[in-house]
């Protein structure tokens, strides 16, 4: 329960400093430092797409079944393998939609 309150306090405390910084860092940013830091995502951008790409296979079809045999009482691991192409799928959606779609935006 504490762990719990604890890690809601600390992403609470990252996003509140995210939105009272935010409007400085953005005022002190010049277009050449923009500039340099467009190009720095950009390299980074592709491969971090595929690495998150990887992790969201390897939990689809190698955590999400182990999670959910672990919580039924029945096994049905046919069902569960028959489910894992919708979690990758959703969480090909929601990267596309949290991660994907600002980075086009920015263009």
Sequence with gaps: ???KRLTGLIVVGALAGAAWLGPWWVQQV???ELGALLTGVDALW???T???GGVYAL???GVYPRWVQGRIRRNDPERVRQ???LVFGAFCISDLVIAQLPY???R
């Design 1 to 3: 329960m504490i762990r």
């Design 30 to 32: 010049t277009p050449r």
């Design 46 to 48: 592709w491969p971090a």
């Design 50 to 52: 595929v690495l998150r």
């Design 59 to 61: 939990l689809a079809w």
């Design 83 to 85: 489910q894992s192409p």
């Design 104 to 106: 086009g935006l920015l």
